[in-house]
């Protein structure tokens, strides 16, 4: 039996958290109980926090922080050298909490100040899965109204049409925020039924070219025009990304 009411990743999301309001969890669980797939999506974004919060206590508990200070300060007799040894042992302590949970970090993303809005959408991106997206019907008048009321949002006049691009089957629009800005998603599904996202938010930044790169282990494609910076990324192969930035600046 098929549910009626739209539930996306985000109202999912926020029904984990506990924030829905009373109705609306109503809704959603109506349509968990009737909808198999529904509760698949669910299943995979149900990521287990306290596990990785107890894991983060854990490593920090072992760190070696005072240890490690302790000997530097013993080699910093000018207190130019404390403040640049007590900076090392900051960056010490973190390098053993990210090797803990299997990510190798470098020095340089240890001491940059905030995420980039390309590492964001690969954070989301990397939830998806091949059923993520399985289940959104063809719908072009749905299609169709979504995306004229996200360009409404983002301030770019994108028509579906715009959004076709060989070798991707368009799914869905949706409006999703980065730091008060508005973020457009455009969901696709390549041949292989992985999920491949488009993404638009205003920047500010000068005109670039397409780039190239990979985010959180995804491939990516990526550029700014206008004020407003573009991405391209997914588990599909680079030169296929790269085909459909290419597609989409021209007709965006």
């Not at 289940?135 to 301030?155: C, I, Y």
Request: a positive charge; aromatic letters at 8%.
């Amino acid at each position: 039996m098929r549910h009626t009411v739209p539930i996306t990743d985000e109202d999912l999301v926020v029904y984990l958290d506990g924030g829905v309001d009373a109705a609306r969890r109503g809704e959603i669980e109506a349509a968990l109980a009737q909808d198999q797939r529904l509760g698949a999506r669910l299943a995979d974004l149900d990521i287990d926090t306290a596990a990785v919060r107890a894991a983060f206590d854990a490593v920090a508990a072992a760190a070696p922080v005072e240890r490690l200070r302790a000997r530097l300060d013993e080699n910093a007799p000018r207190p130019y050298h404390r403040r640049a040894a007590a900076r090392w042992v900051a960056i010490a302590a973190a390098l053993v909490m990210g090797a803990a949970l299997g990510y190798v970090v470098g020095a340089s993303d240890l001491v940059r100040p905030a995420r980039s809005w390309h590492v964001a959408i690969a954070d989301y991106q990397a939830l998806y899965t091949a059923a993520t997206l399985a289940a959104v019907p063809a719908d072009p008048a749905k299609q169709r109204g979504d995306v004229d009321a996200v360009a409404a949002r983002l301030g770019l006049p994108i028509r579906l049409d715009a959004l076709q691009v060989p070798g991707l089957d368009f799914k869905r629009a949706q409006i999703l925020s980065f730091k008060g800005r508005p973020l457009a998603q455009f969901a696709y599904v390549d041949p292989r039924g992985e999920p491949v996202a488009f993404c638009a938010t205003p920047t500010g930044d000068r005109d670039s070219a397409i780039s190239s790169g990979t985010f959180r282990g995804l491939d990516a494609a990526f550029w700014s025009r206008n004020g407003y910076g573009f991405i391209v990324i997914g588990r599909t192969p680079s030169p296929a990304l790269q085909r459909a930035a290419a597609q989409l600046a021209k007709q965006i």
